[in-house]
C-alpha cells in the first residue's frame, strides 16, 4: 500500500497563494505518477492536475491553468501543488492521489484523506 497524506491547506484571502504537499510512504513513490483532485461541498471530485513518474506527462484542468503549478521531488517522496491567485470557486477539500499517468489519461488507485482549502472573498 502507498499511503499519502497531505497538508498546506488552510483559509487565504481571494488572490492569495497556498503550497499544498503531499508525502507518499509505504511503497517506492518514483513508481507512481501523481495528481492532486478537489471536491467543494454538494458537488462531485474533480480533477485538478497530474504529473508523470519523473515530472512529466503535467496536464491541468482549464479552471486553474496558469494559476497553479504541479511539482515532485522524488528524492523527498513529495508533489506539491503551488496554487496562485485564489479565487472562492477554488474553496474545497483538496486530495492527492497515486497511479499511472500519460499524457492524455490517468487511473489512480491510492488516495489521501485530504486537505481543506477555503477561499473568502
Known sequence: QLQLVESGGGLVQSGGSLRLSCAASGRTFSDYGMGWFRQAPGKEREFVARIGRSGGFIVYDDAVKGRFTIS??????????QMNSLKPEDTALYYCAAGWVTGTTYNMYYWGKGTQVTVSS
Open 72 to 81: 515532485r521531488d522524488n528524492s523527498k517522496n513529495t508533489v506539491f501543488l
